[in-house]
């Protein structure tokens, strides 16, 4: 009885992951592999490898407000439910052919998730991933954020209309507060819920919109803004959740050009360039600091710029490895993690030496998110 | 056997804390008992009490970057290790005859004490609580806050001296950036680490110093704000840790007077004055909103404020109960959770419809500190 007794005390205790705190985890995006490589950055370590998320070749993910759950929307359609304590995969629904991004409400009761295959935007349950409503649109949906209150906004590509819509009644409301413009190719919310911005492909300019107004408004900016005839060839199309907002100012990038706009927050007048060595991809803030990092579209990713958002100087040029496809920061700012994709690896930087501190092998990393993304609005 | 088996099975599972997500925790300080109640903000539940931390009557704590520690602050001049996964203290210090408040490194391997008697800055390493440095002062230091890069802020109330400790590498740098003024009562950082805020007591004014620049200067502001010798007495002395920071404003309470000021936050030129019922104790942002939220001094503290940060009108007046000394926020806004000390409760208000949603027991509560605090800097 002894030995049996030992058998079940051997298989019982030593369960990895008793007594985690989820403060400072995160998860990797490994694109190849369809996988996710679970992060401690503390101990700036790889805890495990979490397998079966479908198609990550471009994929997102939001956090659950107790930190314990992770949903990943991949391109594949596929919406799972990631379990960071128990690290593995606790629910996976196939909810469209398509999927670009998802959020979850602020109180991490619903997930919504917006599509291009059909488009339209569908709303989950959070604990259940059961569908809870599914609001058809008139094209593909992007710019899909969370908003106070169990309310989401999106954008419709084919339209250029602006949604919002409030899930905090047994029946959803959806109201089209305006519209953006022709073909809006990414939308982002500041960090204060304050601001809708939505970038446009099909002309020229930026449209923003006042989410704290009782009727908000579309106001076009920066009207010379965008990709022209005589451009480069846009390699990749910038990720508008990147944009920084910094000292009063929105960092955009510009799309096919190599440049770095910098923008008035409250009058939208522009305040200045920054030329840089390629297409911006992310342009995004250090935390409690003047400094925003950018990394570019191939075939120049395999460099990251830092720049002072107080005079627009690049201040800093880092090679850091081959194909940079994103970067994160501890929340409080001592660090940032990138991932090269092509030396499979994900590097620490310290943000004041900019130094490299360690790396961890990761199989083609993309995208990195901590857990302290679980308290930031439209994140 | 299979009994055996079976009770193995009973005494080794049901371990309350297992696997528990940190991110939507938080503890409450319960003044008079020296007691904490851990937390649950989405089961809106208190999951346990925590004893034996000393004198609490003035007491606040910051947390570990994993979020599974809490330090705390007493007013006896304990420091105390919490353990939030196993729920108890896992170390103590008397460290002082009486401190005022405390700060976590960015990296969160050090832990700072701001002390009253004897005056200066003790450091702690932050796994063990093994002394790691004693920088004495010239007398009481208040407004004690993280900086980026393993650095701390402090300032002096005897001198108006203000200091940056950099602990960075072996031996301490500690470097006097300049003085205040007369008798600064406390100071705080603003959510950037670009501003570091002084309220000056002896004088009026309130000094803001750079933290971005290499070589901050006091530039002092507001110079009619302060006590004058006509006011009212000052019931209880404000707390700039409840400053808020909206809408490129400042809002502060007036010491002694039943007003919030608005400044802003670029020029530091006064934007405007809000009369409100009592003399603001806290100031406190909602987040993703335009709104602040205020509470009063006795005897005028069974009510709270909301104010609206765009034209600086009170837009709602409750009185949620007796006593009412803190008040805290889910971090993306939902939510605020209020101690009403002399009710023994812990309300829970929706942010949206302002309606009570729930209420938890406690004894005499003042602070309330979500988990979320660890990500962000000077907090």
Do not use: C
């Not at 409301?173 to 939308?187: C, E, H, L, R, S």
């Not at 900019?354 to 990195?368: N, V």
């Amino acid at each position: 009885m002894k030995r049996a007794l030992a058998f079940v005390l051997l298989t019982l205790l030593p369960l990895p992951a008793l007594g985690q705190a989820t403060g400072d985890l995160g998860l990797v995006i490994e694109r190849a592999t369809g996988s996710l490589l679970l992060i401690d950055r503390s101990d700036r370590a790889a805890l495990g490898r979490i397998e079966g998320l479908g198609d990550l070749s471009h994929a997102s993910m939001t956090y659950s407000p107790d930190e314990r759950f992770a949903y990943v929307f991949g391109r594949d359609g596929g919406l799972s439910k990631v379990d960071l304590i128990d690290r593995k995969v606790v629910a996976r629904t196939l909810q469209a052919g398509n999927s670009i991004g998802g959020a979850i409400s602020d109180d991490g009761r619903l997930v919504a998730v917006s599509n291009y295959e059909p488009g339209g935007v569908k709303v989950f349950d959070a604990e259940t991933l059961a569908p809870v409503a599914d609001i058809p649109a008139a094209g593909k949906t992007i710019g899909l954020v969370d908003l106070p209150g169990r309310r989401f906004a999106w954008t419709v590509w084919d339209t250029g209309e602006v949604f919002v819509g409030d899930f905090s009644a047994p029946a959803p409301q959806v109201t089209m507060i305006g519209n953006a413009g022709k073909n809006p190719f990414d939308a982002v919310l500041t960090a204060d819920a304050h601001t809708y911005l939505v970038g446009l492909f099909g002309e020229k300019g930026v449209t923003a919109f006042d989410l704290w107004s009782d009727a908000p408004q579309p106001e076009k900016f920066l009207t010379d803004y965008g990709k022209t005839g005589e451009d480069m060839p846009v390699y990749k199309m910038p990720h508008l959740q990147g944009w920084a907002f910094t000292e009063g100012q929105f960092a955009l990038p510009a799309v096919g050009r190599h440049e770095v706009l910098w923008v008035d927050s409250e009058t939208h007048a522009e305040r200045g360039t920054t030329p840089v060595h390629g297409q911006p991809v992310f342009i995004i803030a250090q935390p409690a600091s003047p400094y925003v990092w950018v990394n570019f579209a191939t075939p120049l990713n395999d460099t990251v710029q830092v720049i002072d958002s107080r005079d627009h100087s690049v201040v800093a040029t880092l090679t850091p490895g081959k194909a940079i496809l994103h970067m994160e920061f501890a929340p409080r700012g001592a660090e940032v993690w990138i991932s090269s994709r092509d030396d499979n690896k994900v590097l620490i930087y310290d943000t004041r030496s900019r130094e490299k501190l360690a790396e961890i092998a990761a199989q083609s990393p993309s995208g990195i998110f901590f857990t302290a993304r679980a308290h930031q609005p439209g994140l």
